[in-house]
């Protein structure tokens, strides 16, 4: 910075008030210095200039399962509305596991980030505790829990009561769900519109039609088929995230089983290939892009003002009606 102040024949105070655009400077010797900038061939110590101004310009995403194609495209549109804020992004994957989660936390804290965005594991408290003693600031996204906190989610129990009621005007009787990982906010919210909806279309609730996935393909496909070999299977499934359809439908193609016909298959996520091979699914799409604005909106705002009142925010899916829950879509 001395070496470019000298070439440009201005003082050092000057040179960093043209960087970092902290106070008008004259537009001839704004030039002088960037053009002195370009001949050194100087770079900014991005580090030095956090420590003095306590600031990073920088957000901490710590998201479950980025190879999920619904945390992948959050995480993209994430990125995007940070950077048109101007901060740059951390991302970090959790994996749902409470001990990585604190530890993806304590390293994004001690990166400098100056917020961080957390999709919550089954039990965050440690996380949330280490990161409220340190004040940094936090906004909870996807799965919203309550603590007080900025938060915002999608709406997930109406949603999933109108993919209950569609299979039901469609004359199931028999609906079975396969539910996300236990502890998950959005697992016991989707479950929950799941039983809303067999009440609505006055339907028992069955122990046994509920069965829990997992989050992922694997336990899904498992789930699925001990669905199948019960001695009155289910006609139709609701299936409670995108992963876990994957492995739905493996285990209907393992059984020999054909979507509709032999069984409807309605599910919580949409994502590209939905609409692109039989049977076309039938999904609840959220809204990634709104989730994503909201969420850098709430941290930004939080970063600027620490002591302002938390929100609570939900954002309104949309119902894909394609062909694979019966329908001539």
């Not at 048109?84 to 970090?92: D, H, K, M, P, V």
């Not at 604190?102 to 390293?107: E, F, I, Y």
């Not at 604005?293 to 709430?298: G, K, M, P, S, T």
């Amino acid at each position: 910075m001395a070496d470019v102040a000298r070439r440009a024949q201005v003082s050092v105070t000057t040179v960093s008030h043209v960087l970092n655009e902290t106070r008008f400077v004259a537009p001839a010797t704004r030039e002088a210095v960037l053009a002195a900038v370009r001949e050194t061939g100087y770079v900014p110590n991005t580090i030095a200039r956090s420590l003095v101004m306590s600031k990073t310009d920088t957000i901490g995403l710590a998201l479950s399962s980025i190879s999920n194609p619904y945390f992948g495209e959050l995480a993209h549109h994430l990125q995007a509305e940070a950077e048109q804020r101007g901060y740059s992004i951390l991302i970090a994957d959790t994996r749902d596991d409470p001990e990585r989660e604190l530890k993806v936390a304590r390293d994004l804290h001690e990166r400098r980030a100056d917020g961080i965005i957390l999709a919550a594991s089954p039990t965050p408290g440690p996380t949330l505790e280490y990161l409220a003693q340190r004040n940094v600031p936090v906004v909870l996204v996807d799965r919203m829990i309550g603590t007080g906190l900025d938060e915002v989610g999608t709406e997930n129990i109406e949603a999933t009561s109108h993919l209950v009621e569609h299979l039901a005007s469609r004359g199931h009787q028999r609906i079975a769900m396969v539910s996300g990982l236990a502890g998950l906010a959005t697992t016991e919210e989707r479950v929950a519109g799941y039983r809303l909806g067999l009440e609505r279309a006055g339907l028992p609730y069955d122990d046994e039609l509920l069965r829990g996935g997992a989050s992922d393909a694997e336990p899904a496909c498992g789930t699925t088929a001990q669905l199948l070999q019960m001695p009155e299977p289910p006609t139709a499934l609701v299936v409670g995230n995108n992963q876990m359809t994957i492995g739905a439908m493996r285990a209907l193609r393992e059984a020999g089983l054909s979507v509709p016909a032999d069984l409807a298959l309605v599910a919580f996520d949409d994502f590209d290939w939905a609409d692109l091979f039989e049977p076309r699914l039938t999904t609840i799409a959220q809204p990634h892009q709104e989730l994503a604005a909201q969420a850098v909106d709430l941290i930004v705002t939080r970063i600027a003002d620490p002591d302002q009142p938390a929100r609570s925010l939900r954002v309104t899916p949309t119902l894909v009606h394609r062909n694979s829950c019966g329908c001539n879509n």
